[in-house]
């Protein structure tokens, strides 16, 4: 659709699309907000582009889209606790976020929507890649999706599948991070649907990752970890997703309810910062 308050250029086919014009420090500008909302409901992952945000417009933002969460496992800034600083320094190695997931699905109410703001971008590399995972459960054949109907997920936050190790492992790694809370990652867990329904539209989407879905509820790890890679590989099929590009004063704003993301780490050598927030604690169904 076309937008009076701004342009919306299409990233990929599948989701996403660069905002260009928009000014989210106007906030009485309710043709803009609501505008805004009706993209990210048409493309999923909205990057905003030219904007200059102070950690306290980004909250005032965020609250545009529901209540702050805080994040459990790094120290939030000191006058916004629920705001977090992604860093990743130039002498290290490991980043923050690089693999497939949606934001802390291991919480009793996960957020709905997750907005990242690029304070400080590598000279390239550093995007990140998203996946529309309404378009990965309709891609399913009649009798995966009649398999898959009415299960649930069991969302760990301890990582035990990751690469390299498990949260604890990895957090040992991020150095210039105020990560925390660690020894305690096995305890957050919780219990959603692995196809959820979207609250606004009623259209079904997959939930469900190789990184934070420990197993299938009244299956073993062992019977149910095919069937969870099986859902993770299908939801990352190319055609599914699209690549976000940064630069300094975006803010990028996601449904977490319907999509993946997966920063990329191919920036060694150089610095990147970001804040995250996360808004609308919600559980799934």
């Not at 209540?67 to 939030?76: D, H, S, T, V």
């Not at 867990?189 to 606004?200: A, D, F, G, L, N």
């Not at 449904?255 to 559980?283: F, Q, W």
Request: aromatic letters at 10%.
């Amino acid at each position: 659709m076309m937008y009076k308050t701004f342009e919306a250029r299409p990233i990929g086919g599948a989701l996403g699309a660069e905002i260009y014009g928009a000014n989210l420090k106007n906030f009485d500008n309710a043709d803009q907000w609501k505008e805004l909302q009706q993209a990210l409901d048409e493309f999923l992952v909205i990057a905003i582009r030219g904007q200059e945000l102070s950690p306290a417009d980004q909250y005032a933002v965020g609250k545009r889209f529901g209540n702050p969460c805080f994040y459990p496992f790094a120290k939030g800034m000191d006058d916004f606790p629920e705001m977090t600083r992604i860093v990743k320094e130039a002498g290290e190695r490991e980043n923050f976020g690089n693999d497939w997931h949606s934001d802390t699905p291991y919480l009793a109410e996960p957020p709905s929507i997750t907005m990242l703001y690029s304070v400080e971008t590598p000279p390239k590399g550093g995007d990140t890649l998203y996946a529309n995972m309404q378009k990965a459960y309709d891609e399913l054949s009649p009798g995966l999706k009649k398999m898959i109907s009415g299960v649930t997920g069991v969302f760990s936050a301890g990582l035990k599948y990751k690469p390299g190790g498990n949260r604890a492992a990895h957090h040992k790694r991020i150095v210039n991070m105020p990560v925390t809370n660690s020894e305690n990652a096995d305890a957050f867990e919780s219990k959603h649907p692995i196809v959820r329904t979207h609250p606004r539209t009623g259209k079904k989407a997959l939930y469900c990752s190789a990184l934070h879905t420990l197993r299938l509820d009244e299956m073993t790890e062992r019977e149910s970890r095919p069937i969870i890679n099986m859902l993770n590989d299908h939801a990352i099929t190319p055609e599914f997703t699209c690549r976000v590009r940064w630069e300094p004063g975006q803010l990028t704003i996601w449904d977490n309810r319907l999509t993946m993301h997966n920063a990329i780490n191919d920036y060694h050598g150089t610095r990147r910062e970001m804040r995250r927030l996360t808004v609308g604690p919600e559980k799934p169904v």
